[in-house]
């Protein structure tokens, strides 16, 4: 997801790694923000946190806006371990859901 103001330069990267019997979390992000100019780093950041609550909101709000009048049962499909915080957006921002199913995508 990179960005640019003509200024500095933005990205975020994060992975996902299925690792079932590690001790080490799943999913790792981190971002960077750069001089356009000379390339030099201004920022390195940690982002995993960052990166679960933008998807979240992300697919609360899509959810608020594509689901059909009246649905009641929202499916969640993801690769990350615990995709618990999209049925906490979904229902902080109003959305009406009383069924929620989880489904684990085999990418």
């Not at 356009?36 to 979240?56: C, F, S």
Request: glycine fraction near 10%.
């Amino acid at each position: 997801m990179p960005t640019s103001d003509g200024g500095t330069y933005g990205f975020n990267t994060s992975t996902a790694i299925r690792r079932i019997r590690s001790r080490r979390q799943a999913v790792t992000a981190f971002g960077a923000l750069a001089d356009v100019g000379n390339g030099y780093p201004i920022l390195l950041a940690e982002m995993t946190i960052l990166t679960a609550l933008r998807i979240a909101a992300v697919s609360a709000i899509a959810a608020k806006h594509l689901a059909p009048e009246g649905a009641r049962t929202m499916v969640i499909i993801a690769t990350v371990p615990s995709p618990n915080l999209g049925s906490v957006a979904n229902l902080e921002i109003g959305n009406a859901v009383v069924n929620v199913r989880y489904g684990l995508s085999v990418s």
